[in-house]
Every structure is written in C-alpha cells, then in structure tokens.
C-alpha cells in the first residue's frame, strides 16, 4: 500500500515583535523576538534530516504583510536548504502576509510552489504515487466569503488529496474569522488530508479523513500557552499517523503554586524556585506566569503585606538568570480561597458584590490607573481576562483583612 510522509506546518509569524515584554532584560528581549527564528530553524533541520516526500505551509508566514528583507532573507535560506535536499514546498498564504503587501521580493528556490489568489491544484509525483494539492493564498488581510465553495470534489480516488486553508470554522469567534468553512465543507470534497492554518491552537477537528491545525511553531504571547511544533504525517488510503514535533524556542506557560499555610516569604520562595526548575526540565527555556492557589488566611496575610509588584522583583532576585532561562512575567491569585474563609458571610457578601459588577463598572473603578498618560503605556488592554486577575487580587487583599479581623 502506497504511503506518503510530509511536513504540515502553519502560523510562523516570522519577526513578531513580542509587543508588552516590559522588564526583560535587553539580551532576554533580543533572544525572545528571535525564536521564531529558531523555531522555523528547527524545523528545517528536522525536514533536511529526516527528508518527507514534501513541506506544507499554511498561511502567515511572516508576522506582518511589510516583511522585512532579513526576515525574507532567512525563509529563502531555509528554502535553499530544502532545496539542496531535494524536498518541494507549498506555500498558502494568509491574513498576515497576504499577496497585496508591500515588500521587496526575494525569488523563492525552485522546489517552492507559492499558491495565488484563487483556488488551483498542484500535482505532484512521490514514488510512482500521483499527490494533488489544492490551496489559495490571501489576496488580502480579510478574506471574509466562503472560499472552500471554490474546491474541486477529489475525482481520481487512487491519488493523495490534501487541501490546504487558512481559515476559521464557521461560527468559532476565538480568532477573527476569516475564510469560514463548517467541517461538513470539508468532508464533501472528499479529500484524503486537511491542512488548515489561522487557529494557534493544535487540534484536530476530524480523525479520519484528519484535518488537523497544528497551531503555532513559537507562541508569541501568554496567551499562546504550551509546547509549539508541527506535524510530520504519514499517510495511506485508510490509515493517518501524526506525530508532533516540538519546535519552540521559548515556552510560555502559567505554573499554578500552592500556598497553603504559608506564612513566611521563604517559604514561597522556595516553592517558587522549585516549581521554575521542574519547568525548566520539562520545556527548557520560558516565560511563565504564576498562578497562586489554596490562599488560606496565613497566605492572604503574607501576600497583602507588600505590593505585587514587590513580590515579583524579589522573586526574579532570587532564582536569578541560570540556563535554560525563565523569566517569570507576573504573578496572579486564584479566587478560590480557603473555604473557611470564603464561607464567611461578610465575604461572601462583598465577593458577590464585585461579581456582579460589569466591565463598563470595572473600568469605572479602574478609571484613574488606564486613563494615566506615563502608565498606560505599560498596561494590557483591559480584557475580560484582565478583569477577572484584578478581582483575584482584589479578593486576596479582602481576605487578608477578613483574617485580621478574625
């Protein structure tokens, strides 16, 4: 039986600026907005090593449609490279490096297909197999209409039929959406594998036939938790095998810490310190948010004695820049307390308080931090998840007071 192996990737986001980094030491900085660099470097050496019978890339490449011509320079090495060993590419693009940008072009090596604004199908030859490749890439940043209407149902079912998308499922408001498909779409067409791309979050929608996002190759944001990579794919008529390669350069993750009866810094410290090694172990270098959990009244106590911002500078005294280096970029409070403490009537009633506040009343409240003209600069947006931190600590700080009065 007739099998082909490949590479699918997507979502390289090549030079992100890594905006909101405030703190990081300058080489930390310099070295985080070059892993995605390092990301797509690994991926180059895994495909030269290991040689699939092709390379899919699923739209956004580059991080933004005015790729600069170092960023240009180093996908076109890495090209070569496949090149030299003999390995074609495929190439959709997306949102974020579509067609109509303006950039000096580099030209690609000959083993790179790049994909044009309507839907076409490539054919290719891999051991006597006959591979038919379908895709488009984005004339321009918002691709709103149904483009997976414009693919050819598979005919000859003795070839590979792989479609290539960069796009969101209908109704799925996570990402912005664009090229919107509904799985059902897709499985008309009859098609052996989907490559999708757009979702930075590795899934598969479908087991058989798969189609798959891979997500992300470097997460550029806290948001953008967890292990990045690709997949390599072996596949048959009847049977799909993935197997995901890890590619980041740097994790970003949230560590939860237990702080139960705690009531000295050293404690914590320690706690701390122990946590970011098993880290380390597991996922190498990283940028991690620390999460506090089981504050009992001892806990909320020691935390409500100095700032957040206090807490973090020690901490990151303290574990200091051994390698693989970790930075850790914040510290955040769970809201479940100690239920002794949460049971409590008055807490219950000015918890339930702030729980019924709005986010036009949260930024009522926090009106005089966001509308400062020298600190908002150094602030997210205030997003629901914003919110929600601000009440943990707001929680925190009430229960450390409950204590007291206990």
């Not at 991926?43 to 019978?53: R, S």
């Not at 574990?319 to 510290?331: A, F």
């Not at 409070?333 to 807490?347: D, E, G, K, V, Y």
Request: glycine share 6%; proline share 4%; with cysteine.
């Amino acid at each position: 039986m007739s099998t082909i192996r490949f590479i699918h990737t997507a979502d390289l986001h090549l030079d992100s600026p890594f905006k909101g980094m405030t703190g990081l030491p300058t080489d930390r900085l310099n070295s985080l907005r070059d892993s995605t660099f390092a990301a797509f470097t690994k991926l180059i050496e895994h495909a030269v090593k290991t040689k699939p019978d092709f390379v899919l890339f699923a739209g956004d490449i580059y991080d933004g449609e005015d790729r600069s011509l170092r960023t240009q320079m180093r996908f076109r090495e890495g090209m070569a490279k496949l090149d030299a060993a003999g390995i074609p590419v495929f190439i959709s693009h997306g949102n974020h490096d579509h067609l109509s940008g303006r950039w000096t072009r580099f030209e690609l090596p000959p083993n790179v297909h790049v994909f044009g604004e309507n839907v076409e199908t490539v054919r290719l030859n891999v051991n006597d197999q006959e591979v038919l490749i379908y895709g488009f890439s984005y004339k321009e940043r918002h691709i709103r209409d149904k483009v997976i209407d414009r693919y050819p149902v598979a005919e000859n079912h003795d070839a590979f039929h792989i479609g290539m998308l960069h796009g969101s499922l209908a109704g799925d408001e996570t990402h912005a959406v664009y090229a919107p498909f509904t799985k059902n779409e897709l499985l008309a067409k009859q098609y052996d594998y989907w490559a999708l791309g757009h979702i930075h979050v590795r899934q598969q929608l479908h087991e058989s036939p798969p189609i798959v996002y891979p997500g992300n190759l470097q997460g550029r944001h806290r948001n953008e938790r967890g292990t990045k990579g690709f997949y390599e794919v072996e596949l048959t008529k009847t049977k799909a095998s993935l197997h995901f390669i890890p590619a980041s350069a740097i994790v970003f993750d949230r560590l939860e810490l237990s702080c139960g009866g705690m009531s000295h810094a050293n404690e914590w410290l320690t706690a701390c310190s122990e946590a970011l090694e098993s880290f380390k172990e597991h996922n190498g270098a990283g940028i991690v948010e620390l999460l506090m959990t089981d504050i009992d009244s001892e806990a909320a106590n020691l935390f409500s004695q100095s700032p957040e911002e206090e807490w973090l500078e020690v901490l990151r005294d303290f574990v200091g820049e051994s390698e693989p280096y970790v930075w850790v970029q914040k510290i955040t409070f769970a809201r479940q307390l100690n239920p002794s403490i949460a049971s409590s009537a008055l807490m219950q009633s000015v918890t339930g308080m702030i729980d019924g506040w709005t986010k036009e009343d949260w930024k009522d409240v926090l009106k005089d931090v966001y509308q400062h003209a020298r600190g908002v600069k150094y602030l997210d947006v205030l997003t629901e998840d914003e919110i929600d931190e601000v009440k943990a600590g707001a929680t925190v700080l009430l229960a450390a007071e409950m204590s007291g009065m206990e």
